[in-house]
């Protein structure tokens, strides 16, 4: 039987890599699957992977808009009556030593790792409480475990995700929500095509699997979290498919 029947999902960063694979796989596991990115064409481009029986929508928005963010979740909980599960796989990476790092750099990798999953998570909880509870799955990553050079903002925000998520499973359990983070390792994802290949190589050489993931490895793990009774128990948890790169 379909894991996700019955169940309303809304994907944040779905219109690329690691949000489009858990989009698809939810869609294929029975849930309604509601699209939202800043790509208008990644969107689309996911869409078409969401083969599943159950209604799809796409919302156009950026995570750094907190309005846009709460009408975007009020729109889809409109079109698909309700809300029961977020994961929020927005993010950006930019690899820049710290002693170059200007506080531009460092506002537009916050903006959007870390506030841009307060914005969500934030304006998705009302929804869930009207629904008698939710999953809040948020994509961190095992920097924000182990830290790593020349990402000292996206390590920060990581860590930061990590945290949040921690004190909303704590906030939101009342409400009958439960909040998790993943922290994949390195994952084959347009998200890292700007890393240098210096940094690749040093990386590749630290994981006991020697191999980056690929989004399609990652999303189950999302899809343990979201299901029951598989994900009943977890809460405030950070689960890491990450190649053995960080071992907690
Ligand atoms: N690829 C990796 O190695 C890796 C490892 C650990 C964690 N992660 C995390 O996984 C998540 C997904 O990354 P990915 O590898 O799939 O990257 P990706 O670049 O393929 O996808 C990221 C998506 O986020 C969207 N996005 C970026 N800024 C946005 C904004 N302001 N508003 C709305 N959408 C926005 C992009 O349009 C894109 O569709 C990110 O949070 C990333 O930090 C990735």
């Known amino acids: 039987m379909a894991q996700l029947e019955g169940k309303v999902a809304v994907v944040v960063g779905a219109a690329s890599g690691i949000g489009a694979a858990i ?6 596991e029975g849930a309604q699957v509601a699209l939202a990115d800043r790509s208008a064409a990644g969107v689309e481009a996911t869409r078409a992977r969401c083969i599943g029986p159950a209604k799809v929508s796409s919302h156009v928005v950026d ?27 927005a993010g950006i990476l930019e690899e820049v030593p710290v002693l170059e790092m200007t506080p531009e750099a460092w506002d537009r990798t916050i903006g959007v790792d870390l506030t ?44 930061g995700v990590i945290g949040l998520d921690k004190a909303l499973a704590l906030e939101l359990a009342p409400h009958n929500i439960l909040v998790n983070s993943i922290a994949p390792g390195p994952i084959e994802t347009p998200l890292i095509d700007g ?3 210096d940094w690749k190589r040093d990386k590749r050489a630290e994981l006991p699997i020697g191999r980056f993931g690929t989004a399609e490895e990652v999303a189950p793990t999302a899809l343990l979290l979201a299901a029951s009774p598989s994900g009943d128990l977890y809460t405030g948890q950070t689960l890491g498919p990450n190649s053995g790169d960080v071992m907690p």
């Open 63 to 89: 995570v750094t808009d907190a309005a846009a963010v709460e009408a975007a979740l009020a729109a889809a909980a409109e079109e698909h009556g309700g809300i029961d599960i977020l994961v929020n796989s």
């Open 116 to 159: 841009g999953v307060f914005h969500t998570a934030r304006y998705v909880a009302p929804h869930m409480i009207e629904r008698g509870g939710g999953r809040i799955i948020n994509v961190a990553s095992q920097l924000g475990i182990k830290g790593g050079t020349g990402l000292a903002h996206y390590v920060a925000a990581k860590a």
């Open 23 to 28: 989009a698809a796989l939810f869609s294929s």
């Open 195 to 197: 890393l240098s290949e």
